[in-house]
């Protein structure tokens, strides 16, 4: 098993930057991917970052952050890090990270094992 936990969520004017940790324990060496993801009350969950855990650090955004946020990874520390930077109203939400050590039937990476999350609150 893997655990992830996340930190560094917090209330940011409009404009503001942030950053979110995710610590990974456990069975790491089996990592393919760690990613973050968001959600807000009644609706569907968003994957916003993704990076390749295993070999180039290959990342994926979503549109809605493209250009403003980043992924990144440290290895041998085991962690991974958002950087929310341009933070608008509509990014506030409750961020996630999850690990993927497989994939799925449709080729992407699944995701197993979740953090319980960090709020990140953007005042306009």
């Known amino acids: 098993q893997v655990q992830v936990s996340e930190s560094g969520g917090g209330l940011v004017q409009a404009g503001g930057s942030l950053r979110l940790s995710c610590a990974a324990s456990g069975r790491t060496l089996s990592l393919e991917a760690m990613g973050w993801f968001r959600q807000t009350p009644g609706k569907a969950r968003e994957t916003v970052a993704v990076i390749n855990w295993k070999s180039d650090g290959r990342t994926y955004y979503s549109d809605s952050v493209k250009g403003r946020f980043t992924i990144s990874r440290d290895i041998a520390e085991q962690q991974v890090y958002l950087q929310l930077t341009s933070l608008k109203p509509e990014d506030t939400a409750r961020y996630y990270c999850?690990?993927?050590?497989?994939?799925?039937?449709?080729?992407?990476?699944?995701?197993?094992?979740w953090g319980q999350g960090t709020q990140v609150t953007v005042s306009s």
């Open positions: 999850a690990a993927s050590v497989g994939y799925g039937h449709d080729g992407d990476y699944e995701y197993h094992y």
